[in-house]
Structure formats: C-alpha cells, structure tokens
C-alpha cells in the first residue's frame, strides 16, 4: 500500500503545504506529521529520530464521546461543545505544567484526528533538545490516568506545516479521518497565562531574567478569578475519565 493518503498531488494540496512525493526512500507522512496509517508495514522508511526539539505522547489525550462526535462531524449541540472545549483545556493546563518541569516549552499541540494513528496525540516542542530528553526519559514508565506514557522523539519541528489548512481556516472534508494535523483549540488568553506561570515556576527559563531579578508580574482579569489548584484539575479529570470508562 502507498503511503500517501491524501487525494490529489502530496506537493500541495488542501491540506497543507506539502512536499515530498519526489522522495520515494522516506516516508512523507512519517517526516511531515510524525504518524503515519500504514505504521511498520509502510513501504518506505519511518527515520526515527535519535535526538530534537520536539517529544511525541502518542494516544495521551482521552478523548470524549462528545469530543467524537465533534471531530467526526456528527450532530452537535452547544452543551457538547462547552464540555469538550472545557475537557481539553483542562487537559492542556495540567499536561503543559508538567511537562514545563523538563524545560521551557515552546509549544504543545493535542490532535482532534480519529484515525487510529493520531487520535490522542500530544505533541511537545521544546526550545532545546535537552529539555526534550529530559522529558522522554522523565516520562519513562510514567501514567496519565490509566494511559502508560510512550514518550517518543519525533521528526516534526513546524506545527504550521503539519497542519491542515482546510481545517483550520474554513472546514475539512475529510474530517476527523483527515491524515493532517487537526490541532484542537486552546484560546490564547490560556496559552499565555500558562507561560507566565511556567516562568513564574521557573524564572531560570525566563530569557529577561538573565543576571537580574524578575519584575513583578501584571495580573489581567482572567488570573483575577480564583483558579483551580494542580490537585483539583486532576481529580476533575480523573472523573472524566471514570465518565469515559462508564460509556
């Protein structure tokens, strides 16, 4: 079986801008997005990285069944949305704290596909390579929930690239079956509200720290409100995924 799974020319497409039909040894898919459908059976070479910036959780996020029926486009309501936006977000404050502790993130993405080769995918940039070893060798063994941790380097080093233009700018066909990245939304307001905190945890990450102390930090309206604690998230989620069995 071929390894391009996308209809129309894998050099540019609506998916994405994507190259890499000229290359017949390395597989595109594998390069490009760091999953491929075919897995070990593809016909061309998965090289899989021994070192970079970036660490792939395969399968970590635990999808809910109205985070399903969303990415599958299936009827949907305001109710479902709300819960599923919240779930991963939830999600995304506690998974990026933790994985702050192996170094500064640059960037953490979590995947809405539901094919079997990306559904649940996290995928974590670091702004160094050491930070990323670190990681995979801290999370060695490691459980999220009743999920094990297989952290992974991989090959992916531009999330824009990975990604599915279709998706993110109007709509996909393909839905959640889509062999590009669907990354799930995260509102700005949380993305930079967790980076003051990784930098607050760790002001040594803080590049306007060097060789002088951290100014004090201007709190907006959003860390005004009173904000669940580590230990109150997790047990949140540690419901849901109660929840998730019970289905």
């Known amino acids: 079986a071929r390894c391009l ?14 190259k890499g039909e000229d290359d017949r040894v390395n597989c595109p898919f594998y390069f490009k997005i760091g999953a491929c459908r075919n897995g070990d059976r593809c016909n061309r070479a998965h090289v899989r990285p021994e070192r970079g910036p970036t660490v792939l ?3 970590m996020y635990p999808n809910l069944a109205e985070s399903m029926s969303i990415a ?30 192996y170094g500064e993130v640059e960037d953490i993405v979590v995947l809405d596909n539901v ?5 649940g995918n996290v995928y974590c940039k670091y702004y160094n390579e050491e930070a990323a070893e670190r990681a995979v060798k801290g999370l060695r063994n490691r459980f999220y929930g009743a ?34 990245m669907h990354i799930k939304h995260i509102p700005r307001a949380v993305k930079r509200r967790l980076v003051r905190e990784m930098y607050d945890e760790h002001p040594e990450y803080d590049p306007r ?5 951290r100014s004090p930090r201007r709190k907006d309206k959003a ?12 047990s949140m989620i540690a419901q849901w995924n109660q929840d998730l069995k019970a289905v």
């Not at 799974?5 to 994507?18: I, N, R």
């Not at 094919?115 to 559904?119: K, R, W």
């Not at 860390?223 to 997790?234: I, P």
């Open 223 to 234: 860390e005004e409100v009173k904000r669940q604690t580590s230990e109150e998230r997790r």
């Open 115 to 119: 094919s079997d080769h990306m559904i």
């Open 57 to 59: 959780l395969p399968h």
């Open 209 to 213: 720290n060097e060789g002088r102390e």
């Open 72 to 101: 599958n486009d299936e009827e949907w309501d305001d109710d479902m949305y709300a819960k599923a936006q919240d779930h991963v977000e939830y999600f995304y404050e506690d998974v990026f704290l933790t994985l702050a502790s």
């Open 5 to 18: 799974e996308g209809a129309g020319s894998a050099d540019e497409g609506p998916m994405g801008d994507f």
């Open 147 to 180: 999920r094990l941790l297989q952290a992974e380097y991989t090959p992916v080093v531009d999330f824009r690239e990975a990604r599915c233009r279709a998706f993110h700018e109007t709509r996909c066909a393909r839905g959640g079956l889509c062999n590009f």
